[in-house]
C-alpha cells in the first residue's frame, strides 16, 4: 500500500536549500554577493590582482622586531651622558657660563633627572666635569655651578670644530630644504634635529650670515622658517639603492644566483611572505628623493608601494647626514608633511630591516641606518665631533669612579642636597648684568 502525499504545500518543509547542489549554491552565493555588493566585489578583484604581482605591505601584519645588542648600547652609552650634555648646553648659553643651583630647578623639565629633587646629587656625580663655588652676593651668597677646565677645554674645540664646519653644516641644511615639498622648514622643527646633524645651536644667525645665496629667514603663520634660496644640483644626488644580489653578498663569482638571496642582520629571521616582499621592493625602480619632492607631483598614490620606496630612500638621505647614523624617531616624525612620509612611519621603518634598526632603549625609540654600521655595530666612518665626545665619556668615567670611592665626597652630596630641598621660584636675578 503506497502512501500519498499531502497536497496543501503549507504542510511540507521547504527543502529546496537542504537538496540543492552544492556547486550550485556556491555559484548562487557569489552571483548574489557580486550582484547585492558591486563595489566590493570590484575592490576585491583589484585586491587579488594586486596580491598576485606585488605582496601588500598590509598583509605582512605587525613586524616583530629584533633586537641587536651592538646597535642598542649606543643608546645606553649616550644616555648615560645625557644629563651632562643638557647641563652643558645650559650653562654655556649664558653670558659667563655659570648658574646658581637654586635657579636649576626652573630647567627640571629640560634636565630630565632621574630624580626632580637630585639635581645637586646629579652635579656631584660628574666632579670632572661641573664645579661648585660660591659668589658672594647680599645677604647670603649664592652657590653656582660651572664646568670645569678639562670640560671647558673640550667646549671651545667643539665649538672651533663646528665653526671650521660651516660649510658642511651649510650642505647638510640645504640637503633637507632640497628634501622638503616648499623648500622651506619651521626653525622650531629644525632645533630640534640641529643636535643629530651636528650644527651649531646659533646655526640660523651664523649660517645665514655666511651664506645669504644659500639660505634666507622668512615669516610664516606658523612661525620664522628657513627659505632655501638657491638649489644646487651637485647636492641632489641620493645614496645608490640598496639591492639584492651578489655584490651585496660580496661574492667573487659573477654569476647570478639560483635562488634570490636577502642579507639581513645577524640573528635577524622573518617570514617567507616578508622576504619575498623585500626583495620585490629591492627590484622597483630607484626613486630619487630629490627629482620631486612632493609627492603628489610622482605619478603614484600616496600610499603605493612606489611612495614607500621613495619615503625609505627620503628616510636614509637625513640619517646619512647625522653624526652617529641615527636619529630619534620623533624627530622625523615632525617633518612627516614637510618630506612626505607616511603616516605609520614606525610601522614602515619595522618593515624594512635591512635598511633600518629600531632601537627600543631609552626613554625615546631611536632608528639607526643599518649601512653606516658594520658587523660589529661600529660606525664605518666616525664623525670629528665623535672624537670629542668620547673624550667626554672619559671625564665622566673618572669623575664616577672618584665620587663613588670617596666617602667624604659623598657625605658633602647629602648635605647641600638637604640645604636645597626649599624650591626657588625667582628668576628674576638669573641673567643680572651685575654678576653673571
Same mark, same amino acid.
Given at each position: 500500500?503506497?502512501?500519498?502525499?499531502?497536497?496543501?504545500?503549507?504542510?511540507?518543509?521547504?527543502?529546496?536549500?537542504?537538496?540543492?547542489?552544492?556547486?550550485?549554491?556556491?555559484?548562487?552565493?557569489?552571483?548574489?554577493?557580486?550582484?547585492?555588493?558591486?563595489?566590493?566585489?570590484?575592490?576585491?578583484?583589484?585586491?587579488?590582482?594586486?596580491?598576485?604581482?606585488?605582496?601588500?605591505?598590509?598583509?605582512?601584519?605587525?613586524?616583530?622586531?629584533?633586537?641587536?645588542?651592538?646597535?642598542?648600547?649606543?643608546?645606553?652609552?649616550?644616555?648615560?651622558?645625557?644629563?651632562?650634555?643638557?647641563?652643558?648646553?645650559?650653562?654655556?648659553?649664558?653670558?659667563?657660563?655659570?648658574?646658581?643651583?637654586?635657579?636649576?630647578?626652573?630647567?627640571?623639565?629640560?634636565?630630565?633627572?632621574?630624580?626632580?629633587?637630585?639635581?645637586?646629587?646629579?652635579?656631584?656625580?660628574?666632579?670632572?666635569?661641573?664645579?661648585?663655588?660660591?659668589?658672594?652676593?647680599?645677604?647670603?651668597?649664592?652657590?653656582?655651578?660651572?664646568?670645569?677646565?678639562?670640560?671647558?677645554?673640550?667646549?671651545?674645540?667643539?665649538?672651533?670644530?663646528?665653526?671650521?664646519?660651516?660649510?658642511?653644516?651649510?650642505?647638510? =641644511?640645504? %640637503?633637507? &630644504?632640497? $628634501?622638503? /615639498?616648499?623648500?622651506?622648514?619651521? #626653525?622650531? +622643527?629644525?632645533?630640534? !634635529?640641529?643636535?643629530?646633524?651636528?650644527?651649531?645651536?646659533?646655526?640660523?644667525?651664523?649660517?645665514?650670515?655666511?651664506?645669504?645665496?644659500?639660505?634666507?629667514?622668512?615669516?610664516?603663520?606658523?612661525?620664522?622658517?628657513?627659505?632655501?634660496?638657491?638649489?644646487?644640483?651637485?647636492?641632489?644626488?641620493?645614496?645608490?639603492?640598496?639591492?639584492?644580489?651578489?655584490?651585496?653578498?660580496?661574492?667573487?663569482?659573477?654569476?647570478?644566483?639560483?635562488?634570490?638571496?636577502?642579507? =639581513?642582520? %645577524?640573528? &635577524?629571521? $622573518?617570514? /617567507?611572505?616578508?622576504?619575498?616582499? #623585500?626583495? +620585490?621592493?629591492?627590484? !622597483?625602480?630607484?626613486?630619487?628623493?630629490?627629482?620631486?619632492?612632493?609627492?603628489?607631483?610622482?605619478?603614484?598614490?600616496?600610499?603605493?608601494?612606489?611612495?614607500?620606496?621613495?619615503?625609505?630612500?627620503?628616510?636614509?638621505?637625513?640619517?646619512?647626514?647625522?653624526?652617529?647614523?641615527?636619529?630619534?624617531?620623533?624627530?622625523?616624525?615632525?617633518?612627516?608633511?614637510?618630506?612626505?612620509?607616511?603616516?605609520?612611519?614606525?610601522?614602515?621603518?619595522?618593515?624594512?630591516?635591512? =635598511?633600518?634598526?629600531?632601537?627600543?632603549?631609552?626613554?625615546?625609540?631611536?632608528?639607526? #641606518?643599518?649601512?653606516?654600521?658594520?658587523?660589529?655595530?661600529?660606525?664605518?666612518?666616525?664623525?670629528?665631533?665623535?672624537?670629542?665626545?668620547?673624550?667626554?665619556?672619559?671625564?665622566?668615567?673618572?669623575?664616577?669612579?672618584?665620587?663613588?670611592?670617596?666617602?667624604?665626597?659623598?657625605?658633602?652630596?647629602?648635605?647641600?642636597?638637604?640645604?636645597?630641598?626649599?624650591?626657588?621660584?625667582?628668576?628674576?636675578?638669573?641673567?643680572?648684568?651685575?654678576?653673571?
Amino acid at each position: 500500500m503506497m502512501l500519498r502525499l499531502p497536497e496543501t504545500p503549507q504542510l511540507l518543509p521547504n527543502t529546496s536549500r537542504r537538496f540543492t547542489s552544492p556547486i550550485r549554491r556556491c555559484k548562487d552565493s557569489l552571483f548574489f554577493r557580486s550582484v547585492a555588493t558591486p563595489r566590493a566585489a570590484k575592490e576585491r578583484k583589484v585586491c587579488i590582482l594586486r596580491t598576485t604581482s606585488f605582496v601588500c605591505a598590509s598583509s605582512l601584519g605587525r613586524v616583530k622586531p629584533v633586537r641587536d645588542r651592538s646597535l642598542d648600547r649606543h643608546i645606553v652609552k649616550s644616555n648615560k651622558v645625557r644629563f651632562v650634555q643638557k647641563l652643558k648646553t645650559l650653562l654655556l648659553s649664558t653670558p659667563k657660563h655659570f648658574l646658581p643651583i637654586k635657579a636649576l630647578h626652573k630647567f627640571r623639565a629640560y634636565l630630565a633627572p632621574s630624580n626632580p629633587s637630585s639635581i645637586p646629587r646629579m652635579i656631584h656625580r660628574y666632579p670632572t666635569v661641573f664645579e661648585l663655588f660660591t659668589i658672594p652676593t647680599p645677604p647670603v651668597p649664592s652657590l653656582c655651578v660651572r664646568l670645569t677646565q678639562a670640560a671647558a677645554a673640550l667646549a671651545v674645540k667643539e665649538f672651533e670644530l663646528k665653526s671650521n664646519m660651516a660649510v658642511i653644516a651649510a650642505a647638510k =641644511l640645504q %640637503k633637507l &630644504l632640497m $628634501l622638503s /615639498s616648499h623648500r622651506r622648514l619651521l #626653525l622650531s +622643527k629644525l632645533g630640534h !634635529l640641529c643636535p643629530d646633524l651636528g650644527l651649531p645651536v646659533d646655526f640660523c644667525s651664523r649660517l645665514c650670515n655666511q651664506f645669504p645665496d644659500r639660505f634666507k629667514v622668512v615669516e610664516t603663520s606658523y612661525g620664522r622658517a628657513l627659505e632655501l634660496v638657491s638649489w644646487d644640483s651637485n647636492l641632489a644626488r641620493s645614496l645608490p639603492s640598496h639591492e639584492v644580489g651578489s655584490d651585496s653578498l660580496g661574492m667573487i663569482v659573477d654569476r647570478p644566483l639560483k635562488f634570490e638571496h636577502l642579507r =639581513l642582520r %645577524k640573528g &635577524l629571521n $622573518l617570514k /617567507s611572505s616578508h622576504k619575498d616582499y #623585500l626583495i +620585490k621592493f629591492s627590484k !622597483l625602480p630607484h626613486v630619487c628623493p630629490y627629482e620631486s619632492s612632493n609627492v603628489g607631483d610622482l605619478d603614484f598614490p600616496c600610499e603605493s608601494v612606489e611612495a614607500e620606496k621613495r619615503a625609505c630612500a627620503v628616510v636614509r638621505e637625513v640619517l646619512a647626514m647625522t653624526v652617529e647614523k641615527r636619529a630619534p624617531i620623533d624627530h622625523l616624525t615632525l617633518f612627516r608633511k614637510d618630506f612626505g612620509l607616511p603616516n605609520k612611519l614606525r610601522a614602515m621603518l619595522d618593515r624594512h630591516p635591512e =635598511l633600518f634598526y629600531v632601537s627600543l632603549k631609552g626613554l625615546r625609540h631611536s632608528v639607526f #641606518l643599518v649601512e653606516g654600521y658594520d658587523d660589529g655595530g661600529e660606525l664605518k666612518e666616525k664623525d670629528e665631533l665623535l672624537v670629542i665626545n668620547d673624550k667626554l665619556m672619559e671625564l665622566v668615567r673618572e669623575g664616577e669612579a672618584f665620587a663613588k670611592g670617596n666617602a667624604n665626597f659623598c657625605d658633602s652630596i647629602e648635605e647641600i642636597d638637604d640645604e636645597l630641598d626649599v624650591r626657588y621660584d625667582g628668576l628674576d636675578d638669573l641673567f643680572d648684568p651685575g654678576w653673571v
